[in-house]
């Protein structure tokens, strides 16, 4: 099963994020957001009043992409994009268009991995990196955690999952009493399970559910779509 999904993966050039359903074209992004998950952000905030972006202090915005993470040049890899002329990691690129909506800071998770730029050789690494439910070392790490109420987390989608330098990251912070909202960059599956995925590593959190979620080949349009499901969930 793996060939077939490898095959379609390589004619499609999207090395950095593995799915089995890379034939899947998807027309848009996905800018979902409804009314409950939205009083659930505002119930966390202390005064239950609204933030504007500039007064969004307390937001982190972590994200992981292979493309920081890679040993070839970033503008070669395959999880690039480029917007305004600057080539970026496709889930840092959302990562920064959540930032200009909500504010917030940005967080980088980064690990002593050095990810192959090849994409044979990054699909067979990232197999074996679940089969053997590996840890990868993380080498950026959040300092003030107890500075943020609202997490938002990014990753890409591999083999239905999550890659598992996040596991690392999940298993190294306690989210309690925090909020954790999760958006990621697929090839055809979306989230997959991976958000209920989180609920079970962070039990202790509010995960919300309806997260974004947008196709590598929609990244370069989804700064409308991000605005719309951030200002959804009211920031």
């Given at each position: 099963?793996?060939?077939?999904?490898?095959?379609?993966?390589?004619?499609?050039?999207?090395?950095?994020?593995?799915?089995?359903?890379?034939?899947?074209?998807?027309?848009?992004t996905t800018a979902e957001a409804n009314s409950?998950?939205?009083?659930?952000?505002?119930?966390?905030?202390?005064?239950?009043?609204?933030?504007?972006?500039?007064d969004s202090g307390n937001m982190l915005i972590?994200?992981?992409?292979?493309?920081?993470?890679?040993?070839?040049?970033?503008?070669?890899?395959?999880s690039v994009v480029t917007i305004d002329g600057e080539a970026k990691g496709c889930v840092q690129a959302v990562a920064e268009m959540i930032q200009e909506t909500a504010g917030g800071e940005l967080f980088s998770i980064q690990t002593s991995v050095e990810y192959p730029g090849d994409i044979g050789e990054l699909i067979d690494y990232a197999a074996i990196e679940q089969d053997e439910?590996?840890?990868?070392?993380?080498?950026?790490?959040?300092?003030?955690?107890?500075?943020?109420?609202?997490?938002?987390?990014?990753?890409?989608?591999?083999?239905?999952?999550?890659?598992?330098?996040?596991?690392?990251?999940?298993?190294?912070?306690?989210?309690?009493?925090?909020?954790?909202?999760?958006?990621?960059?697929?090839?055809?599956?979306?989230f997959s399970s991976t958000i209920s995925t989180i609920q079970e590593l962070e039990p202790e959190a509010m995960v919300i559910e309806d997260g974004f979620t947008v196709?590598?080949?929609?990244?370069?349009?989804a700064e409308e779509s991000v605005k719309e499901w951030v200002d959804a969930l009211n920031y």
């Open positions: 099963m793996r060939k077939s999904i490898k095959n379609v993966a390589l004619c499609m050039a999207a090395a950095l994020f593995l799915t089995a359903c890379g034939n899947s074209q998807e027309a848009a409950t998950d939205a009083a659930k952000i505002e119930s966390v905030q202390s005064d239950g009043a609204e933030e504007s972006a500039e972590a994200y992981f992409t292979a493309a920081e993470n890679s040993v070839v040049d970033a503008v070669s890899s395959a439910n590996e840890r990868p070392e993380l080498t950026t790490h959040i300092e003030n955690l107890e500075d943020y109420d609202v997490i938002f987390v990014g990753y890409p989608n591999w083999w239905y999952d999550m890659p598992m330098v996040m596991y690392s990251f999940f298993e190294e912070y306690d989210f309690s009493g925090k909020t954790i909202i999760p958006f990621n960059v697929h090839n055809g599956s979306r196709s590598i080949n929609n990244v370069t349009a």
